[in-house]
């Protein structure tokens, strides 16, 4: 593996490394801190979701009780004609009508029962379901035992929330006033401002109001994630409305955007005695079939985690990259440099003793070296050094290329190589001396290390061109020149 790719590799992985980290110390607590507060979230609104059914139970039956003991009922049902007495009875519900829509409080359903269930008038005019029975069983409970009712049921489509109560006359139930609301997606969606949660109500296999609402238009209540919602239910989801208890928070997609959910059954008020019969608590117990749902998006929760998430890993990406390209650009230069010395050694070391290192400001000082200790091995002047006097000793050392054992030298060659190296260095330094001396020419400042030097680093270099065994030299004096003749062993 090349050096360039070694720092890519460690470069990448003490990047990755570190991004790594930085996701795995801030980024996915957070990530885990934000899914924990969803489902808390789901868990707190469930609660107010019961809690909140249980008071409009509660407030709805005290008003049906309140309503039940007004003046106008009693004296309405003491008509001993039908006809006035129906026309006495939906005159006193048509005014209690108006005046509870003015409060804003106008109910989905107002009439009034005999003592046998049957319609003797309500809100619509006043032959409208005339003589018809209720088919909930809580209007004949509270005929029977005088207790204030509440119930959830269905009329029509609509999902009603309904509370009975009876009316007293000279110490006789002679009748009930049952007073219901619808429960609509406008109050799901207070609901929702409320708990922090999307809330949906459940009756009779379907949704029948939710807060989800279309994007932008946060009024119109958005049909396909209802669908979506309840195909969820019908797989399984709605089991706690049957089960009577409420559920685990489990995850559910709706349009492709995933929730944590919990569901569950309405809790309501079944049994509050009239103050005819004496007082009596707020009696509680599950409804089957009826129940609520609350979810909260995890994908909207989640959101900023996947934002950060992808901040830290773009933020690794350029800064590995950037990294990269600055090592890169650095070994560049450097490795480049070296590389330029490699190749000057290779020089050298084939033979080219006349090679000066190119001095490069990356290694300048290593360049500088270079050529000062190729200088003083080979005797010849070193960087900016000029020559004074009679330097030549450094600079007369001739070598033959293509000098070879011929029929004179065998002899020579095999006394050379025959002879110990230290006596051989000695005697090579006084032959020098004595004819540089013959020569006139100055010979202070050489000395047999100085010299033993020189000779041993040429000897390396002409052995490695020649691919010879040994080399020695034998001194060379021409016309008043003094060099090394090299010899060639092996």
Known sequence: ????????????????????????????????????????????????????????????????????????????????????????????????????????RKPGFLGVVDAQGAIIARDLDPNANYGEKLPYPQVMRTLKTGAAQSAVWMEGNRM??????????????????????????????????????????????????????????????????????????????????????????????????????????????????????????????????????????????????????????????????????????????????????ELGVNEVINGNLDYTFEVLDEFEGLANALNVMLARLLGRPEPGEEEEGDASWRADLVFVEDLGPGPEEAELARQLAAEPEEQYYARLFQQYIEARKQANLPVDGISLESLTQKLKANEAMLRARHKCQMVRFVVNAVAGKVSFKPVRIG
């Open 160 to 341: 009603m929330r309904a509370a009975m109560a009876p009316i007293h006359l000279d110490g006789a139930i002679k009748g009930a006033v049952i007073l219901a609301y619808q429960i609509t997606a406008a109050e799901a969606r207070q609901d929702y401002a409320q708990f922090g949660a999307h809330v949906a109500y459940f009756m009779e296999n379907s949704l029948r109001a939710s807060s989800l609402t279309v994007a932008g238009d946060p009024t119109a209540e958005d049909g396909q994630a209802v669908a979506a919602l309840n195909r969820a239910l019908a797989r399984g989801a709605a089991k706690p409305f049957t089960a009577a208890e409420v559920s685990k928070t489990t995850s559910v997609t709706i349009g492709g955007e995933t929730f944590r959910m919990v569901a569950g059954p309405l809790h309501a008020a079944v049994a509050v005695a009239s103050d005819a019969t004496g007082s009596g608590e707020l009696a509680l117990k599950p409804i089957k079939g009826v129940g609520f749902v609350v979810l909260a998006s995890s994908d909207a929760a989640l959101q900023p985690v996947r934002r950060a998430r992808m901040v830290v890993l773009g933020f690794g990406v350029l800064v590995f990259v950037v990294l990269l390209v600055g090592l890169w650009t650095v070994a560049r230069h450097f490795i480049g440099a070296e590389d330029h010395l």
């Open 1 to 104: 593996m090349s050096f360039k790719l070694k720092i890519s590799v460690v470069s990448f992985v003490l990047v990755a490394a570190l991004t790594g980290l930085v996701l795995l110390l801030a980024v996915e607590p957070f990530g885990a801190s934000a899914s924990q507060q969803v489902d808390d979230a789901v868990a707190r609104a469930s609660k107010l979701a019961q809690r909140s059914q249980r008071l409009h139970a509660y407030d709805l039956v005290a008003q049906a009780k309140r309503i039940a003991v007004r003046k106008e009922f009693a004296d309405a049902l003491r008509e001993t004609e039908t006809k006035m007495m129906r026309a006495a009875v939906f005159d006193s519900i048509n005014q209690l009508d108006k005046q509870l829509a003015q409060e804003g």
